[in-house]
């Protein structure tokens, strides 16, 4: 089928609202300003509602997956700030956005983001002790990961985030066995790394709170350690704690947070080895 010029043209002017719209919105990002990002597409989508409903499905699927984006950055913003009612709003028109009823966006893009807005969903409940919606919403965002046959954000950072809320409900050997899963994720996904040069413009965008490999293995030996201590095995905890201790101060740093928690852990554990120190909580990712 041949196409011609002016059917080019025409084309181009029916996309120019929101390619535009796009830019902007990648603009303010960089500048912070979230809201002013997100209110540009939410503008462009109701001034061209008539056009968005007689495109072809995933025309506009890069637009969709920047405002999911967008919503859960800023409801990840308003929850640090304790804005709750606010942070809820965003994440329910996340959850509305990323929906399978939405042709807009790309499939698999748009489970890539269900997956990342149900694991903010999750720390959003854990975040006022409301553990068992919590946990649902963290399984859901596991079991999209586990489908998704390596097309995911941060499925470490996923069981990082059951590991702690499991332990903060008292499950510690299943949150132990969460701990020791993303270990072996983070393991895998560094050894990937350094085999092969990855692409900077891979999926989407990070989950909202996670960091980099590395950081996060100093977690996940971190979790595991605090697990074996709650489930009173020393010897096992001693041994995470330094793994973690050891891996922090390599990537983080002796004055990090993280850093100084471990060693107050392992001067608690080896300093007290017949009465059992309370166990450190387990960190989120």
């Not at 008539?50 to 499905?57: F, G, K, L, N």
């Amino acid at each position: 089928m041949v196409v011609s010029t002016m059917d080019s043209v025409e084309s181009q002017n029916v996309t120019r609202p929101f390619v535009e719209a796009e830019r902007e919105f990648i603009r303010l990002q960089a500048e912070g300003d979230h809201d002013g990002a997100v209110r540009c597409l939410e503008s462009v989508l109701r001034q061209e509602q008539a056009t968005v409903q007689e495109m072809p499905d995933t025309m506009l699927s890069t637009l969709f997956e920047r405002l999911a984006i967008g919503y859960n950055t800023l409801g990840m913003k308003h929850l640090k700030d304790n804005h709750t009612e606010i942070s809820c709003k965003f994440f329910e028109k996340a959850e509305a956005l990323t929906d399978p009823a939405n042709l807009h966006m790309n499939a698999e893009s748009r489970l890539v983001l269900r997956a990342v807005t149900y694991n903010n969903m999750g720390c959003f409940y854990k975040s006022f002790g409301k553990l068992h919606t919590a946990l649902q919403y963290l399984k859901k965002a596991q079991k999209i990961e586990e489908k998704s046959r390596g097309r995911s954000q941060n499925p470490a950072g996923t069981h990082l985030n059951l590991c702690a809320l499991l332990s903060q409900m008292g499950k510690h050997t299943e949150a132990l066995q969460h701990a020791g899963r993303a270990l072996q994720l983070l393991e895998a996904a560094q050894g990937q790394s350094e085999s092969q040069q990855l692409p900077d413009d891979g999926p989407i965008a990070q989950m909202e709170g996670s960091t980099n490999s590395e950081s996060l293995i100093c977690v996940a030996y971190f979790n595991m350690g605090a697990e074996y201590e709650h489930l009173r095995k020393t010897s096992e905890a001693l041994c995470q704690y330094e793994k973690a201790y050891e891996n922090c101060l390599q990537e983080l740093g002796e004055e990090h947070p993280l850093s100084q928690q471990i060693s107050n852990c392992l001067t608690q554990l080896k300093g007290k080895p017949k009465k059992k120190p309370a166990a450190a909580p387990a960190a989120n990712s």
